[in-house]
C-alpha cells in the first residue's frame, strides 16, 4: 500500500515538473498566426537580425515556442499569465523590431494579440 501510493506521489510530481519544463506552454495559435502575417506583410525572409543566428522566427516547425528560455526568438516579449499552478499560458506582450529591415505594412492581426502593449519598428519604411 506504502509502495503504490508513494509511485503515485512520484507520478503526480513528475507531471507537475514535466508541465512546466521548457518554460511555459506555447503561444496560443492566434497569436503564432499574428506573429506569421507580420513577418509575411513585413518581407521577413530579407529581415535584419541584430542579435546573431539564434532566435530567428521560423514557422516550418508549428510546435516551436517563440517564447522559448532555450531559443527566444528576437524582438518579442512574452507574459505568462497563470490562474493556477498547472494552468498558465503565454502571451507576445511586446514586439521590438527596431531597424530589422522590415517593408511592407502591419497587419490587422496583430490587434488579436490578448496581453499586447508596445509595437516598436522604427526606421520601418
Known sequence: MIVRML????????LILSS????????????RQALHDLYTSTNGDDW????GDLGHWNFTDPDVNPCSSSDPWQGLNCTVISSEPSDYYCYIS???????????TIPESIGSLHVFTSLDVRCFL
Open 7 to 14: 509511485h503515485t506521489f512520484i507520478i503526480g510530481i513528475s
Open 20 to 31: 512546466y519544463s521548457g518554460y511555459h506552454r506555447n503561444i496560443p495559435s492566434h497569436e
Open 48 to 51: 535584419i537580425y541584430l542579435d
Open 94 to 104: 511586446e514586439i521590438t523590431l527596431s531597424d530589422f529591415n522590415l517593408r511592407g
